[in-house]
C-alpha cells in the first residue's frame, strides 16, 4: 500500500511534474549529488528509510496488535452491537493520538536525542510524497505507539485497522505539503 500510494504520488508529482511547482512547499526539486543524503539522493534516501524501516516497523505493530486481539489478550468491541460508540471512540482516539504525536515529537526534539534520531528526518527540507516516513527506525517505533491506545481501550477491530492505516496516510501528509 505505501508503494502504490507513495509511489503514485511521486510518479504523479516528481517523476512527470504534472503541477510543476505551483504548489510545492518549496520550488526546488529534491536534492541529488548532496553528500547530506545516503546515496547522495534525497529520494533515494527516503524511499530507503520508509521501506526498509517505516514499512517493517508499522507492519510488526499492525501483526502484533492483530495477534493480540486473536488471542483474547486485549480487549475488544463489536462494531455491530456498539455502533455509536465506535464513532464516538474514532474522534476521541484522533485527539488523543494528536497530543501523544506532539509530546513525542517535543521529546525527540532535544539535544541529544535530535541528533541521533530526529536529524534524519529533519535532513528533507524539501518534502516530498517518501518523506513523511523517512526516519530513524527508533522514531518510527516512537511515531507508531499511539496505536497501543487499542491495547488499553476496548475497541473494535476496525478502529484499529483504521488507525494504523491513518498513521501511515499522516506521516505522508504531514511531511508533504503538495
Known amino acids: 500500500m505505501v508503494l502504490l ?6 510518479a504523479l508529482l516528481y517523476i512527470q511534474r504534472r503541477q510543476g511547482t505551483e504548489f510545492k512547499y518549496n520550488n526546488k526539486w529534491p536534492d541529488i ?3 547530506t543524503f545516503l546515496f547522495g539522493n534525497q529520494t533515494a534516501e527516503n524511499v530507503f528509510w520508509t521501506m526498509c524501516s517505516g514499512v517493517p516497523v508499522l507492519t510488526a505493530c499492525e501483526v502484533f496488535t492483530w495477534w493480540m486481539m486473536a488471542n483474547r489478550y486485549i480487549s475488544f468491541v463489536s462494531f455491530s452491537e456498539h455502533p455509536i460508540y465506535f464513532f464516538v471512540l474514532l474522534a476521541l482516539i484522533q485527539c488523543g493520538a494528536r497530543r501523544t504525536s506532539m509530546r513525542y515529537i517535543a521529546f525527540i526534539h532535544l539535544g541529544p536525542l535530535y541528533r541521533i534520531i530526529h536529524k534524519l528526518h529533519q535532513n528533507s527540507v524539501n518534502p516530498g510524497p517518501w518523506s513523511g516516513l523517512s526516519m530513524h527506525t527508533s ?26 492505516t491513518f498513521c501511515g496516510a499522516v506521516a505522508r501528509k504531514n511531511s508533504q505539503r503538495v
Open 5 to 10: 500510494v507513495y509511489g503514485g504520488f511521486h
Open 33 to 35: 549529488g548532496n553528500p
Open 139 to 164: 522514531e518510527h517505533i516512537l511515531y507508531f505507539t499511539n496505536v497501543l491506545i487499542h491495547f488499553v481501550v476496548p475497541t473494535p477491530p476496525a478502529a484499529c485497522a483504521l488507525r494504523v
